[in-house]
């Protein structure tokens, strides 16, 4: 008889642990809280139109970036019903004086930023030189010579890893003596990620992966879904695993083993347990005594998240003209919820299918930022509904001062702040993925539990910084340890 295994969670990396367990020999079920798969990589529809609170770019989308393409072809994210697009440039940022371009290709990107800022030449091509050297080891190895070439190369090469390792991206841009081209490089990503990631993402659009599979998040999640049925797991909806069952140990010589968790308020056995959501909630809520593993304390001591509060508006007109992915440099920095922005992150989703009705348009707002606790002071002091409407105003507002076509144009809008994430995914503190820290060990949460037999871990706090490739490639990492 097979052994069974218990998925909590039915995100990215607990259809994947489902798939890989299933394709092991297992038998498989998965517990989701929620109503639908994918987790936090979700769309949510609202009057026709479609907000995308997921996916903008897919490490792995293309061939070239192993082993996660191979991740998400075997688990059937990446189907022929979700092409990958490759916008280029990945986004246009526009300030009052000036237009630039997050072009993929480092050599056209550096090129432009020169021209705009010449007095950056030097950091810029010291960028460039990183960017590429990064490139080169992103890439599965293509044999024999490829391989040993790049250990040969090492040596040269490893201070500057060693050294992107141990800058945050803030400090990074230090070099760049233009504010315009700071601000342009600070709007790829959180700049308080270290350098290394910044780097790798560039270097990501230079060997052409980071793509956007059509369709986004939800599409991605439903061909996972399917996949996942099709090789025979069983995935049971609006079901909460409230305890995870674990045996004490008997004697010196025998460890504490899992036993199976509690759902419904009912035991369901298992052999082994695969803990797939935010590890941190995981550690303060599924375990009757706390576990005994050094890991543990310090991930709680030491999380830090990426956190947004997405504001969406459907658009009734066509704004097709748009680039898809816009930074607006705004003139005057201003204060939402607690922080201060100075430029606003947009996303265009029209044209494609199932995104907005007929010359209709859907539009995203990403504010980042960790605004938890201001969201949570709202609630306590019942105040949440209230402030989320002033910010949806003052958001519209300043929107419309950058694009005025959409005055009179708006059907619908909507916020998601990091309490939704927490409420619907069981997001710790609301974050979607970790902060990757300048210096900081990235292996954050070990995939086999140390005290408790038949416990494993997938997700994105399992690996700095978090985000899909590492949910689905912890998924595969957690089945092959069973
Ligand atoms: C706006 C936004 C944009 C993003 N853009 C990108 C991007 O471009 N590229 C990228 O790589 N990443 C991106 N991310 C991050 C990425 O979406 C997440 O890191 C990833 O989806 C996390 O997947 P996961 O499976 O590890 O966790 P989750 O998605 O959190 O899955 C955990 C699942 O467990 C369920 N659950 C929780 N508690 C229980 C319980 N007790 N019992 C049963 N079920 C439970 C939850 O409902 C959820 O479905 C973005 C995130 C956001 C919010």
């Known amino acids: 008889m097979s052994k069974k295994v218990i998925i909590v969670g039915a995100g990215v990396a607990g259809l994947s642990s489902a798939f890989y367990a299933r394709r092991a020999g297992f038998e498989v079920t998965v517990y989701e809280q929620g109503n639908s798969p994918g987790g936090v990589s979700t769309s949510w529809v609202r009057q026709g139109f479609t907000f995308d609170g997921g996916i903008h770019w897919l490490v ?117 003596s233009n504010p315009i081209v700071r601000e ?23 060997m052409g992966d980071n793509g956007y599979p059509v369709g986004g998040s939800r599409r991605l999640a439903d061909n996972m879904e399917q996949t996942v049925l099709q090789a025979g797991c069983r995935i049971v909806y609006r079901t909460k695993v409230e305890k995870i069952c674990v045996e ?20 369901q056995p298992a052999d082994f347990v695969i803990v797939t959501i935010d590890t941190c909630t995981a550690l303060q809520t599924l375990f009757d005594n706390p576990l005994q593993e050094s890991w543990a304390r310090k991930l709680m001591r030491r999380t830090e998240s990426e956190h947004c509060s997405l504001f969406s508006l459907g658009i009734k007109k066509d704004l097709d003209y748009l680039p898809s992915t ?81 005055e009179g144009q708006v059907a619908v809008t909507d916020l998601a702040t990091p309490l939704t994430y927490e409420r619907y995914c069981g997001c710790y503190r609301g974050g979607y993925m970790g902060i990757w820290r300048a210096g900081q060990n990235p292996f954050a949460v070990p995939v086999k539990s140390k005290s408790v037999q038949g416990l494993r871990f997938a997700g994105m706090r399992t690996l700095m910084p978090g985000g899909l490739p590492i949910s689905v490639q912890s998924g595969y990492k957690a089945a092959k340890s069973l």
């Not at 986004?91 to 993929?104: M, Q, V």
């Not at 490089?185 to 990620?193: I, P």
């Not at 004490?248 to 035991?267: C, D, W």
Request: hydrophobic residues 35%; aromatic residues 12%; charged residues 25%.
């Open 326 to 406: 816009l930074r607006i440099h705004l003139r005057e920095p201003v204060e939402l919820a607690g922080q201060t922005y100075s430029t606003l992150w947009v996303y265009r989703y029209s044209g494609r299918d199932g995104y907005a009705p007929e010359d209709c348009t859907s539009l995203t707002v990403l504010f980042p930022g960790d605004t938890y606790d201001y969201w949570k002071t709202a609630r306590n002091d019942g105040q949440y509904r209230n402030r989320k409407k002033a910010f949806m105003e003052e958001a519209q507002r300043l929107l419309t001062e950058y694009l005025p076509e959409i």
């Open 60 to 176: 792995g989308s293309s061939p070239r970036f192993q082993p996660f393409h191979q991740r998400w072809v075997e688990t059937g994210a990446l189907q022929a019903n979700n092409p990958i697009e490759y916008a280029d440039p990945v986004f246009e940022f526009r300030t009052a004086n000036a237009t630039l371009h997050l072009w993929r290709n480092i050599d056209r990107l550096t090129n432009e930023l020169i021209d705009f800022a010449p007095e950056d030449r030097k950091a810029l091509r010291s960028l460039r030189r990183h960017v590429l050297a990064l490139a080169d080891y992103l890439p599965a190895p293509s044999g024999l010579a490829d391989r040993a070439g790049r250990i040969l190369c090492l040596p040269v090469l490893l201070p500057l890893f060693i050294y992107l390792y141990r800058t945050t991206t803030r400090q990074y841009l230090e070099r760049f």
């Open 248 to 267: 004490p140990e008997r004697s010196r010589l025998s460890r504490s083993r899992v036993t199976g968790v509690m759902v419904g308020g009912a035991f």
């Open 184 to 206: 342009f490089l600070s709007s790829v990503l959180n700049v308080e990620q270290n350098a290394l990631s910044l780097i790798g993402t560039l270097g990501g659009y230079s």
